[in-house]
């Protein structure tokens, strides 16, 4: 396994969730670029310091026994990843304090390292909360591997903190160096909110929601196909985004009892305020989660699931498998997965290896849905 080797601290890390036989590692040139820089910054004796986006704990992990660190992001894993790696390093796990995406941040902050996340949207929402928690005295660098690295997150950096000024490349990887300035603390465009025809929903979506601003097409397909008739069955929507594929289930069929998990936390904020909205009398348990890993093996009658084919920047259908594994085990048997997704991804393969039988509900030039028995 690769090591993490810098000014700071010499580090063991690995990915969450783990892969066997990766190629991948989990931290970046950017990462390591941005320590290096750390490294020769003068800074006040245990500086507070927050970390945004930290992907798997490299930072943070790093800078723990040296400072006070807060963490925070919107991605569950990316947090349990940090807490599995402070203790494959024998860091204590309370070295890092986490906030989650959607709680407040605890600032002011002597430091402060950005890693630009791919969804522009949550980096936005970010800075705009940050405003209050930095002054002018703030050191704030933001980091990206160059091919991640758009214009418009510096245009970002400049309208909510101040001027930037960006590091030459180095492995690919550049810095983005903000001058913190007096700017009147913005009032965040999140979340957004887009109608659905049938059934009528109003649906919210705070800034870390996939396909934030309309209906994604891949669930579009899947919403009419949708099971009735379910009884009491305990449906759980896995990756639930902003709820709608639970929302409608439990439309459909009254006395089901609906779980929704995400990773995202403001998806789960987003799913929260959505069930709230449209069926506040009904019980539903929703949670941000690794996946099913949380729900009891055969416990569940059907998961609905329109899978992600990437883990941040990586794309691959490794979250998308796992998540079938999940919930071949968190099934009863005879239970039934709905998956949706994009014919090229030939996801069939996958359930076949897994499922008693798997079953093609419909297909359309792009998507395909499946329905896979235990």
Not at 179 to 196: K, N, R
Not at 247 to 266: G, R, T
Not at 339 to 352: C, D, S
Request: glycine share 6%; hydrophobic share 40%; aromatic share 6%.
């Amino acid at each position: 396994m690769p090591i993490l080797n810098t000014h700071f601290a010499q580090l063991d890390l690995l990915r969450y969730p783990e892969q066997n036989n990766s190629p991948l590692q989990a931290f970046d040139a950017a990462d390591e670029y941005l320590l290096k820089h750390l490294g020769g910054c003068t800074l006040p004796a245990n500086p507070r310091t927050l970390v945004l986006n930290d992907s798997f704990g490299a930072l943070a992990a790093s800078l723990c026994t040296q400072m006070t660190v807060h963490s925070s992001g919107d991605s569950f894993l990316a947090h349990q990843g940090l807490r599995n790696n402070l203790k494959r390093n024998q860091l204590d796990e309370n070295s890092v304090h986490i906030i989650k995406s959607n709680q407040p941040l605890a600032g002011p902050y002597d430091c402060v390292l950005i890693c630009i996340p791919k969804t522009l949207a949550l980096l936005e929402e970010q800075l705009i909360r940050l405003q209050s928690h930095i002054t002018t005295h703030t050191l704030i660098v933001a980091a990206a591997m160059v091919k991640h690295l758009p214009r418009s997150a510096g245009d970002l950096l400049e309208r909510y903190l101040g001027p930037v000024q960006a590091s030459l490349a180095e492995k690919k990887a550049r810095l983005l160096f903000v001058t913190p300035t007096q700017i009147t603390q913005a009032q965040s465009p999140y979340p957004s909110v887009y109608s659905l025809e049938q059934p009528q929903l109003s649906l919210r979506n705070h800034a870390g929601v996939f396909c934030r601003e309309a209906l994604d097409i891949g669930t579009r397909f899947l919403l009419p196909h949708l099971p009735k008739n379910l009884g009491d069955a305990r449906v759980a929507d896995l990756g639930c985004g902003n709820g709608v594929l639970g929302l409608v289930c439990a439309i459909h069929n009254p006395h089901a009892q609906l779980v929704l998990v995400d990773e995202s936390y403001m998806a789960v904020q987003s799913a929260q305020e959505n069930w709230q909205h449209a069926l506040s009398e009904r019980e539903v348990t929703l949670y941000a989660g690794d996946g099913l890993g949380a729900e009891p093996a055969n416990s569940l009658d059907v998961v609905l699931c329109n899978p992600p084919f990437h883990q941040q920047q990586v794309v691959g259908d490794f979250l998308a498998r796992r998540m079938f594994q999940q919930s071949h085990r968190a099934l009863k048997i005879g239970g039934e997965l709905w998956v949706v997704g994009n014919r090229h991804l030939g996801y069939h393969v996958t359930l076949k290896r897994m499922f008693r039988e798997v079953e093609q509900v419909a297909t359309n030039a792009k998507f395909v849905i499946f329905k896979a028995h235990k």
